[in-house]
């Protein structure tokens, strides 16, 4: 999040609303580190940095609030990690498909992909999840980051592991 004096010092300076590189310094650090937890590869977390930062600096002037820049990199980025890892999903896929045509070895049976399954949420429901569980963000802070109540993240978290757990058991009993 940005720091009382980064907005101290953008309000004070309208014309040149935002100093990218103090932007960039105040929170690259935590950006590719949470990058780096969506994403299995430092390079592809890097990308989608980088990716948020250019659509920060296009948009930038857009920005109501510079008190919530911290806030809107976040969501910026998140929705970036799943779009690459959609993209990834899809290019596995295809790579799956020409392999099993080429008489590659199919995988074990009994190997659940916690990925696959995680990415047939329901998008809101895979956020929630992915926020909550894997990130370890609280309900206030998902709520608060989703534009949700507490209690709707609470639910959808709730949806999201019974959808997850009858998912992995439908898979467990068909591979048997």
């Not at 590869?41 to 930062?53: K, L, N, S, V, Y």
């Not at 910026?76 to 590659?104: F, M, P, Q, W, Y």
Request: net charge neutral.
């Amino acid at each position: 999040m940005a720091s009382d004096s980064t907005v101290g010092r953008l309000r004070e300076h309208p014309p040149d609303l935002f100093d990218f590189d103090t932007i960039y310094q105040q929170h690259s650090g935590w950006m590719y580190a949470l990058a780096c937890r969506w994403l299995s590869a430092p390079a592809e977390a890097e990308d989608a940095m980088q990716d948020t930062f250019l659509t920060f600096y296009r948009r930038a002037p857009q920005i109501e609030h510079p008190s919530k820049i911290g806030a809107w990199l976040k969501r910026v980025l998140i929705n970036t990690c799943i779009d690459r890892l959609k993209n990834a999903k899809k290019h596995r896929a295809e790579e799956l498909r020409a392999d099993a045509s080429d008489g590659a070895p199919a995988h074990n049976e009994l190997e659940i992909d916690l990925a696959e399954v995680t990415a047939r949420l329901p998008e809101k429901l895979r956020q929630v999840f992915l926020l909550h569980d894997v990130e370890g963000f609280t309900h206030r802070e998902v709520a608060e980051f989703m534009g949700i109540t507490d209690g709707t993240s609470k639910s959808q978290l709730f949806h999201a592991r019974r959808f997850l757990r009858k998912q992995i058991t439908a898979e467990r009993r068909g591979a048997r």
